[in-house]
Structures are given as C-alpha cells and as structure tokens.
C-alpha cells in the first residue's frame, strides 16, 4: 500500500470531532514510511479546522468537488467539478418554493435561505449568508438541504438536475453534487499526481457517501460503526472510530510490514 484514504466524521475522527494521538501518531509513522496520507470528507473548509495541520498530503472536500495536493506553503488544486449557478438557479427555486431549506456551499461561505442549524455539524459554519437564490451567480462545490421529510426528498430528487445527483447523510443531510463530483473521482486525481495505482490504496469509512471511495481502493475497510451497507460493500471491517478502529487496522496490516 502506497497510499490511505479516509473519510471524516465517523471514521477519522471521533463522536467529539478530535483525532486521537494515538491515531496522529500512527498516521505519522505510515508518512514516515513513504505511505500519503489524504482525506475525504463531505465537509468543506470546516475540516482544516478539525484535522491537525500537517498530518496530511492530500485532501477531498465538499465530497469530491475538489481534491488538493497539501504542499509545504499552499494547496494546490488537482481536480474540481462545480455545479454552474444556471443549473443550480432553478433547481434552487423550486425548492425555496417549497418552503425547503436550501443552502450553496462555495468556497468556504454557505449562502442559504435559512439561519443555520446548531448542533455538531452545524457550529462549524463560521462564514454564512442569506440569499436571494434567483440573484446568486456563484457556482457551488455543494448543494444541501436538511429537516426533510420522505416527501420532500421525492421532490428533490423528481427535481434535480440530470447532471447532478444527490446521497443523504447518517446525521440527514442530503448532499447534492456536480455528477462528477465524487470521492473516488478526486482520490484517484490526487493518487494520479503520485503515480498511485488504485490498487495501491486502502480506503477507510462509515457512510453511503463512501461507497465509491471503498470500492474503489483496492482494499476498502468500513468502520465498526458504519452502516450494514457500507460493511458489506467493504473488503474488511476493522473496530469502531472511538475505539481507534482505522488505527488499529493501519497498525495490525500495514505497519507491521513496513517495519
């Protein structure tokens, strides 16, 4: 293995949002042996403030809208796939009419048409904006919307773009992306700028978002937490993200031969 992937919330981190040092370490010790280290999350400018800087040589945000290369000074951009504003616009509409609580994610600002929700995830908006969508011109890494009902998700999905797609979250958030907006699409970017072949990867996550990512790899490891799709779409399960479970699975499978 030349290369690990893992996905954030329920994977790297734990149920409080920190890196373990126990995991901090064991992903010191793979970079120490020549191993990159990059992450995949659904979330946006808010993972820089979870993950230590640092730690990582790669990064997949906004659940594959962009994927960087994390040099010693800057970031550097190694795939990106927004959805244009002329195709967001309508769709936006629509579901504003509804009564939805829409949101575009870009660049870091969330322009939405709701106060932002509190809880977990929701504190770590910092930078927001309400919007008048059939005015907003800037094109989105991300769409989302949440506090649906099944019949609301009907609506977007009946409503949604040809070329977008939408997956929802364990924590409801419905995540709308550019069609080629996806983790394994951005993990293989960023495996191709260090002549990474697929099979030189070992994936880790929890969530459905993370499917193309795991089977993609080639070794895909769910969580002891994810879900029983995610567990039977994966080549290994390993423990739990509170318990180190991707540490432990690094540790037991690949440091050992390393060293």
């Not at 709308?176 to 993990?187: L, Q």
Request: glycine share 6%; net charge negative; aromatic share 6%.
């Amino acid at each position: 293995m030349k290369m690990v992937v893992f996905d954030l919330d329920g994977t790297l981190l734990r149920t409080d949002k920190t890196v373990s040092p126990r995991t901090i370490d064991t992903l010191r010790r793979c970079r120490a042996a020549g191993i990159r280290i990059a992450y995949a999350t659904g979330r946006g400018s808010s993972a820089d403030i979870l993950v230590p800087h640092g730690l990582c040589d790669g990064k997949v945000t906004l659940n594959g809208a962009t994927a960087r290369v994390c040099d010693a000074s800057d970031d550097t951009v190694v795939y990106s796939r927004r959805i244009p504003y002329m195709t967001a616009r309508p769709f936006l509409l629509a579901c504003h009419t509804r009564r939805l609580k829409m949101t575009s994610e870009a660049d870091g600002t969330h322009y939405t048409n709701n106060t932002p929700p509190t809880g977990a995830w929701g504190n770590a908006i910092a930078h927001w904006q309400l919007t008048d969508f059939s005015t907003h011109n800037l094109d989105a890494e991300k769409l989302y919307s949440y506090d649906l009902t099944t019949e609301d998700v009907d609506f977007i999905v009946q409503a949604l773009p040809t070329d977008l797609y939408c997956v929802m979250a364990t924590d409801g958030v419905l995540m709308i992306m550019h069609c080629e907006a996806t983790k394994s699409n951005a993990m293989a970017a960023l495996a191709a700028t260090w002549g990474i072949a697929p099979h030189e990867i070992v994936a880790f996550g929890d969530d459905l978002n993370d499917l193309d990512m795991l089977q993609y790899a080639g070794t895909g490891v769910a969580m002891g937490n994810a879900s029983d799709t995610v567990k039977a779409a994966a080549n290994a399960v390993c423990d739990t993200n509170d318990n180190d479970g991707a540490a432990q699975w690094l540790e037991d499978n690949l440091l050992c031969r390393t060293t």
